[in-house]
């Protein structure tokens, strides 16, 4: 979703969610983008099933071979889906793509660290 909103880039955030959000009760991963035909749900404890080399790549196109491409962009929308809601005593903090949006968001007083981040951006 970063990808096809990247012209917005300046006014977004990735907000950073502690690990223990997987001790809520009910919280599945999903192997992929959850909406995908093929996502797999798991619980929490099988976290060493996903494949993390594919969901941190920094490039998913695979040139001549659409196959690979569309697989590996749905492995990099891999989620943790919590019921309900994510309590804001797991936030820990804040990716932007500038030491701009960073002062931006900071003035909010939301308290949560913000680091810059362009890479994460695409750019």
């Known amino acids: 979703m ?10 977004l955030c990735v907000v950073r969610v502690s690990t223990r959000v997987l001790e809520v ?5 999903s192997d992929q983008n959850a909406a995908s035909d093929y996502a797999r749900f798991l619980h929490p404890r099988q976290w060493k099933l996903l494949d993390f080399d594919a969901i941190y790549a920094m490039d998913w196109r695979h040139p001549g071979n659409p196959a690979a ?14 019921p309900d809601r ?8 804040a990716y932007v793509i500038d030491h701009a949006a960073r ?6 007083g939301l308290g949560l660290t913000v680091t810059p ?3 994460l951006f695409f750019r």
């Open 2 to 11: 970063l990808f096809k909103r990247l012209a917005e880039a300046p006014n």
């Open 25 to 29: 009760e009910g919280t599945v991963i």
């Open 69 to 82: 491409y569309y697989r590996h962009s749905s492995q990099k929308c891999a989620e943790i889906l919590v």
């Open 86 to 93: 994510v309590e804001s005593r797991f936030l820990t903090g």
């Open 103 to 108: 002062d931006r968001l900071e003035a909010l």
């Open 117 to 119: 981040n362009p890479v």
